[in-house]
C-alpha cells in the first residue's frame, strides 16, 4: 500500500481553504507587480502554473549548484587562500539571470493561475513548498561572494550559520503568523532583498569579488555590514510586523482562536532544530560547521524546509500542526550520537549519510503529497488539462 501524508481532515481542509494575503511592499506594489502584469500578458494560455514555478525553483537550484561548484569551501572568494581558484566572472552574471528569472517565475505563477482560471490549493503548497527550499538556498549563495576567513573581508561559519537562521527562521515566523491569523502577510524584505541579489552579483560580474573587500567610514568592514543588512533585514521589516499581527488577530478575535498550546506547537520543532544544530556546531569533535560548512547548513536547511511545509499544510488544512518530525529527530540522533556517544572517527560520514537521507526522505514526502492533492483535485500538476475522472474515486 502506498504511503500518504496527508489524512482525511487534511483534504477536506483543503477543499474549504481560500487564499488570503496582503504584500504592502513598496518595491512590489510600485514595481514588481507591474512588471509581472506585463510579463504575464506573454504567457500562453496552456502553460501551467505550476510548471512556472517549477522552472523557476530550478533556475534556483542551478545557481546554487554552480556556485557550490566553483566554491565548494567557500575559500573562492579570500585572497590568502591562492590554492582555491577564483569564480570566473562570467559566473556571476548567470548567477544575476537565474536570481533574475527564478523571481520573476515565482511572481508570476500566481497571476498565471487567475488569467487562466487554474487556481487550486495545490498551486499555492507548491509555490510556498519551492520558496521555503530556496529561502535556505539564497543565503548559501550569497556566502560565496565574501568567503570565509576574517583576515580577508570574509566571514566565519558561524557568521553564515547566524545569518542562515535569520532568513530561514523569518521566512517560518510568517507562515506560523498566517497559521494564527488566516492571512498570509508578505514582509516588506522579500521582493527587496530579490533585487538587491540580482543587483550585487551584477557588480560582483563586473567589478570582480575585490569590489567588496572595503572598509567603510567607522572602521566597518563592508562584509560585516552587509550580512548585518541582511540579518537586520529580515528581524526589522518581518518579525515586528508578525508579532503585531499575531497580537492584534489575538485582540480581535480575527484569527484562528487557537490555544496557547496549539499557537506555541509549531514553535516548538523549529526551536528544537536550532538548538540541536547549534550544539552539534559547537560540540562537533570534528568542527564540522567551520570544515564542511555548505553540507552542514544544507542538512539543516532541509529539516527546516520539512518542518514548514508541514506547518503550511496544516495552516491552508486548518488542522492541528504535529509536534513530531521523523527528520528531526534523525538529525537530532545524529547530534547525540556524534557528540554524546563519542562516535567521532565517522562524524564526517555520518554528516553526509544524514543529509543524503533526509533529503531524499523530504522528496518523498513532497512529491506523495503532490500526487495526493493531484489525485483528489484530478489534475496534472504540470498542466492545465484535468484528468479524466475515475470510476473508483475517493475524496
Same mark, same amino acid.
Given at each position: @500500500? +502506498?504511503? /500518504? ?10 477543499? /474549504?481553504y481560500k487564499y488570503s494575503s496582503r504584500d504592502t511592499s513598496p518595491v512590489a506594489v510600485y514595481v514588481m507587480h507591474p512588471f509581472w502584469n506585463a510579463v504575464v500578458k506573454f504567457y500562453p494560455m496552456w502553460l501551467a502554473p505550476n510548471l512556472l514555478t517549477f522552472v523557476g525553483f530550478l533556475f534556483q537550484v542551478y545557481l546554487f549548484l554552480l556556485l557550490a561548484y566553483y566554491d565548494w569551501d567557500y575559500y573562492?572568494?579570500?585572497? #590568502? /587562500? ?12 548567470? !548567477? ?7 523571481? #520573476? ?5 500566481? /497571476? ?25 538556498? @539564497? ?5 560565496? %561572494? ?11 561559519s558561524w557568521i553564515f550559520f547566524a545569518v542562515q537562521w535569520h532568513v530561514i527562521g523569518c521566512f517560518f515566523v510568517s507562515h506560523w503568523e498566517k497559521y494564527l491569523t488566516g492571512v498570509l502577510f508578505l514582509p516588506w524584505s522579500y521582493d527587496f532583498s530579490q533585487v538587491s541579489i540580482v543587483i550585487v552579483y551584477l557588480l560582483t560580474g563586473t567589478f570582480g569579488f575585490e569590489v567588496w573587500k572595503i572598509t ?13 543588512? *541582511?540579518? !537586520? ?36 520543532? @523549529? ?23 555548505? %553540507? ?5 536547511? #532541509? *529539516?527546516?524546509?520539512?518542518?514548514? *511545509? ?18 528531526? @529527530? ?37 512529491? #506523495? ?11 496534472? +500538476? ?11 474515486? *475517493?475524496?
Amino acid at each position: @500500500m +502506498a504511503v /500518504k501524508y496527508l489524512n482525511k481532515d487534511h483534504i477536506n481542509g483543503f477543499d /474549504k481553504y481560500k487564499y488570503s494575503s496582503r504584500d504592502t511592499s513598496p518595491v512590489a506594489v510600485y514595481v514588481m507587480h507591474p512588471f509581472w502584469n506585463a510579463v504575464v500578458k506573454f504567457y500562453p494560455m496552456w502553460l501551467a502554473p505550476n510548471l512556472l514555478t517549477f522552472v523557476g525553483f530550478l533556475f534556483q537550484v542551478y545557481l546554487f549548484l554552480l556556485l557550490a561548484y566553483y566554491d565548494w569551501d567557500y575559500y573562492s572568494g579570500n585572497r #590568502t /587562500k591562492a590554492e582555491y581558484p577564483t569564480i570566473p566572472n562570467w559566473v556571476w552574471y548567470v !548567477a544575476a539571470v537565474c536570481q533574475f528569472l527564478g523571481h #520573476t517565475l515565482d511572481g508570476t505563477d500566481g /497571476k498565471q493561475a487567475r488569467r487562466t482560471g487554474s487556481s487550486t490549493p495545490l498551486g499555492e503548497l507548491f509555490d510556498h513548498g519551492s520558496d521555503s527550499i530556496l529561502c535556505a538556498l @539564497m543565503p548559501l549563495g550569497l556566502f560565496s %561572494i565574501f568567503g570565509k576567513g576574517m583576515d580577508d573581508y570574509g566571514g566565519s561559519s558561524w557568521i553564515f550559520f547566524a545569518v542562515q537562521w535569520h532568513v530561514i527562521g523569518c521566512f517560518f515566523v510568517s507562515h506560523w503568523e498566517k497559521y494564527l491569523t488566516g492571512v498570509l502577510f508578505l514582509p516588506w524584505s522579500y521582493d527587496f532583498s530579490q533585487v538587491s541579489i540580482v543587483i550585487v552579483y551584477l557588480l560582483t560580474g563586473t567589478f570582480g569579488f575585490e569590489v567588496w573587500k572595503i572598509t567603510l567610514p567607522y572602521g566597518i568592514q563592508f562584509n560585516y555590514f552587509f550580512l548585518g543588512l *541582511v540579518c !537586520a533585514g529580515a528581524v526589522v521589516f518581518s518579525l515586528p510586523q508578525s508579532i503585531y499581527n499575531i497580537v492584534r488577530s489575538f485582540q480581535t478575535g480575527s484569527g484562528k482562536r487557537r490555544s496557547l498550546s496549539e499557537a506555541a506547537t509549531p514553535l516548538i520543532s @523549529m526551536l528544537a532544530l536550532f538548538g540541536i544544530s547549534t550544539f552539534w556546531g559547537l560540540f562537533s569533535p570534528t568542527d564540522v560547521l567551520e570544515y564542511h560548512t555548505r %553540507i552542514y547548513l544544507l542538512a539543516v536547511s #532541509t *529539516v527546516f524546509s520539512n518542518i514548514t *511545509v508541514r506547518l503550511i499544510i496544516s495552516q491552508m488544512s486548518d488542522t492541528l500542526a504535529c509536534l513530531n518530525n521523523f527528520l528531526l @529527530m534523525l538529525f537530532g540522533g545524529a547530534a547525540v550520537a556524534v557528540c554524546v556517544l563519542g562516535i567521532a572517527e565517522h562524524e564526517v560520514l555520518i554528516l553526509h549519510g544524514l543529509f543524503a537521507i533526509i533529503l531524499l526522505l523530504h522528496f518523498h514526502y513532497l512529491v #506523495t503529497v503532490v500526487n495526493q492533492l493531484s489525485d483528489h483535485f484530478n489534475i496534472y +500538476a504540470f498542466s492545465i488539462t484535468s484528468r479524466p475522472r475515475q470510476k473508483n474515486h *475517493v475524496k
